[in-house]
């Protein structure tokens, strides 16, 4: 009976953890640049709050540099900041979804809510395409003048 309840727990493990899911992407230099840069905004934001934001929009930057861009939540999903997608500031995110019908927004404010930071991975077409692309964000929670928010960052692994 009881080697049937620990089988029965196995299974019960294996069927809610899907085979190849990841919890973060592969170890590589790029993460490890995009974990420190968004480590870096959150201290700068911590330090300057929205006086910060007209820096991380400064193309060729440090904070901004080709398809590496950082971009700032409130959690009730308002974007604050996105420098690559100015226009998109002033909206809320509720409810969209990415290719695979993935709440990924929902996901980075739940990381930030619930881990203090962490990575998520969604689908995004890449800079110049349409077809979306496998892409890691860190996410890491911040407060923006008061605000709970996140500050984030991500890559595109291949």
């Given amino acids: ?41 959150a201290a700068v934001i911590g330090d300057k709050g929205k006086a910060a934001f007209p820096e991380f929009r400064t193309k060729d930057s440090e904070w901004f540099s080709g398809d590496t861009y950082l971009f700032v939540y409130d959690l009730k999903s308002n974007v604050l900041l996105n420098a690559a997608f100015p226009a998109r500031e002033g909206t809320n995110t509720t409810g969209q979804k990415d290719a695979n019908g993935k709440l990924f927004h929902h996901e980075f404010i739940h990381m930030a809510e619930s881990n203090g930071s962490g990575w998520v991975d969604y689908m995004f077409p890449k800079p110049g395409q349409t077809e979306p692309s496998r892409k890691w964000a860190y996410v890491k929670a911040v407060s923006v003048d008061g605000v709970p928010s996140l500050v984030a960052s991500g890559f595109y692994p291949d």
């Fill in 1 to 41: 009976m009881l080697k049937l309840l620990i089988s029965a727990a196995f299974v019960g493990i294996a069927m809610a953890s899907p085979v190849g899911a990841q919890q973060s992407p592969p170890a590589s230099e790029k993460a490890k640049q995009i974990e420190a840069l968004v480590n870096k905004a």
